[in-house]
């Protein structure tokens, strides 16, 4: 029995349309320039339809991107305060140990007189420069401060006490440091001692009985002796004649400050004074 059905297999390659214009044809494999115009008609631009759900959609995001971004930037514009109490317009200060050691320590509230006549890191003349205004200070705090600075293992700071208790010369208690300051086993606190009391008015009395003290050496007594001359009065003539004849410096200076008491006070040299003149 035959079959109806047509033994000829259809053609896969649909035919093209009979109005259809001449660049939708198929291209001939053949031939490069139709694939390669066939390829750009791929990517023609065609216009998006948008939809009116999508514009809607526009401002609810808009909304939601400053909602979340906006409070983000007003606080990392605020300013901050760091450790050091500085404001900071948005930015954090971090602890970095690096950056630390090069930065100035933050001021401390013994930073003052007190605190820079103590400290060994300050020179001798800002020691000395604080130490006075200490002693310009009526202040029993001031006071105290400096008695303690004088007993310091220190001796710059020993020198710098001295330096601001001769303006306190007059109190007992600064008169008691500065006696045991003339005293002291270095040399140079001695002699600081001694100068800074002979610019000082009302020092005679302790320079002098220091001469006679036994706890101190021929270098103090030469140093106590030199710092009387604008300090001593005619009172002091008999205690220095007593070192007159020594040799040494301790007997030269004695020679120069007798003389000196005696012209800046209109004053006769003492009748066994030697015969002897400055150069």
């Known amino acids: 029995m035959r079959s109806w059905r047509s033994s000829k297999k259809p053609d896969p390659t649909p035919a093209p349309s009979e109005d259809a214009g001449p660049g939708t ?49 007003v606080v990392d514009l605020t300013p901050r305060h760091g450790p050091t109490g500085g404001a900071r317009g948005g930015e954090v200060e971090r602890i970095d140990p690096e950056v630390d050691a090069h930065r100035p320590p933050p001021p401390s509230p013994t930073r003052g007189p007190e605190g820079i006549m103590l400290s060994s890191e300050q020179s001798l003349q800002a020691r000395i420069a604080a130490a006075r205004e200490l002693g310009r200070d009526p202040s029993a705090e001031a006071l105290r401060a400096l008695i303690e600075a004088a007993k310091s293992t220190d001796p710059a700071t020993r020198r710098a006490a001295a330096m601001g208790l001769t303006r306190r010369v007059h109190d007992p208690r600064a008169n008691d440091a500065l006696w045991t300051l003339l005293g002291d086993d270095d040399l140079l606190v001695a002699r600081t001692t001694a100068i800074a009391l002979g610019a000082v008015e ?22 106590c ?33 007798v003389w000196k008491i005696c012209k800046r006070t209109q004053t006769p040299l003492p009748p066994d004074f030697p015969d002897w003149r400055p150069r």
């Open 225 to 257: 002796i030199r710092a009387l001359p604008y300090a001593g009065d005619p009172q002091c003539l008999p205690a220095l004649m007593r070192f007159v004849g020594e040799r040494g410096e301790v007997g030269q200076a004695a020679l120069e400050t």
């Open 25 to 73: 044809a198929e291209p001939d494999a053949k031939d490069p320039y139709a694939a390669v115009a066939a390829r750009r008609k791929e990517f023609e631009y065609r216009p998006i339809k948008i939809r009116t759900v999508q514009l809607a959609l526009v401002p609810v995001f808009v909304g939601v991107v400053l909602l979340v971004v906006l409070p983000a930037v």
């Open 202 to 223: 009302g020092s005679a009395p302790l320079l002098v009985g220091r001469l006679d003290a036994p706890d101190v050496t021929g270098a103090v007594h030469a140093a």
